[in-house]
């Protein structure tokens, strides 16, 4: 079995790391370099860096700060924010990620998946995937850092985004984001079964419990946190150390 991963998430915003509640209310984490560094030090399996204002304010993730965080880490590096063509793909890749994430260039046409993942390789394509649940009950997919509700039913178009060249998920749930009351072990587990490439949780970790319960009822092949690593709440090793001893293969 593969070992699971866990993933520090830096969201960022004009430079510096943020973090908000539902994805607003954000207060500033520190400086994206610093806690890269950081990160890889600790023992971190990868690292996600997403420009949140990218697409909203209709600008490029700065390939300079990338080029700053690459340099100093050694771990797989995955970038997102506002990414709209293969080109821009390119401009990241070469800038020192490692992985794309996509979201609502994905959406509004999907053939970016399959352009990039015969490209750069599948291994390269992330589908980020931000999902909240509807007044029926139903996970829709929502776009522009949340801003923005579609019509797509997550599960049904996490389906779509592995036919299409995805080669892994990012997964998530805008309603348990910054809560600190557990991932969305439902809906990861759905879209874990529905595919068969790896599915990264993300959005509601709050302490060491919720790892063990993503991981293991969530079916989830790695974690993604923020706040409590930011904050240093949990520390990773300690977290590796814990998962080890309730039989959860990871890499020390």
């Keep these: 079995m593969l070992a699971k991963r866990i993933i520090p998430c ?37 690292l996600v ?15 300079e700060l990338v080029k700053k965080v690459a340099a100093e880490i050694n771990i797989p590096f995955t970038v997102g924010g506002g990414i709209s063509s293969v080109e821009d793909i390119e401009i990241l890749l070469n800038s020192g990620a490692d992985k794309i994430s996509i979201n609502t260039s994905a959406v509004k046409n999907s053939q970016i998946l399959n352009d990039a993942a015969r490209r750069f390789g599948a291994q390269c394509v992330v589908l980020a995937i931000d999902a909240k649940i509807n007044s ?31 080669g892994e998920i990012l997964l998530t749930s805008m309603n348990a984001d910054g809560t600190r009351d557990g ?58 150390e814990y998962l080890r001893a309730q039989n959860i293969e990871v890499r020390i």
Excluded: C, M
């Excluded at 860096?49 to 390939?63: G, H, P, V, W």
């Excluded at 029926?136 to 060249?165: C, M, P, Q």
């Excluded at 706040?227 to 520390?235: L, P, Y």
């Design 136 to 166: 029926n009950g139903v996970w829709k997919v929502f776009l522009n850092g949340g801003r923005i509700e579609t019509d797509l039913d997550a599960i049904e178009w996490a389906k779509r985004g592995a036919d299409s060249g995805a």
């Design 183 to 240: 991932f969305e072990i439902e809906l990861t587990r759905a879209i874990s079964e529905a595919v068969n490439i790896p599915v990264i949780a993300s959005g509601g970790a709050g302490k060491l419990e919720d790892f063990t319960e993503v991981f293991i009822a969530g079916k989830a092949d790695a974690a993604l946190a923020a706040s409590i690593f930011h904050f240093r709440e949990i520390e990773i090793p300690a977290l590796k």
């Design 10 to 46: 830096l969201d960022v915003k004009d430079g510096r790391t943020v973090k908000g509640t539902n994805f607003v209310n954000l207060r500033d984490a520190g400086d994206a370099v610093e806690l890269a560094r950081a990160y890889s030090q600790q023992g971190a399996d990868e």
């Design 49 to 63: 860096f997403l420009d949140i204002s990218a697409t909203d304010e209709k600008r490029q993730t700065l390939s």
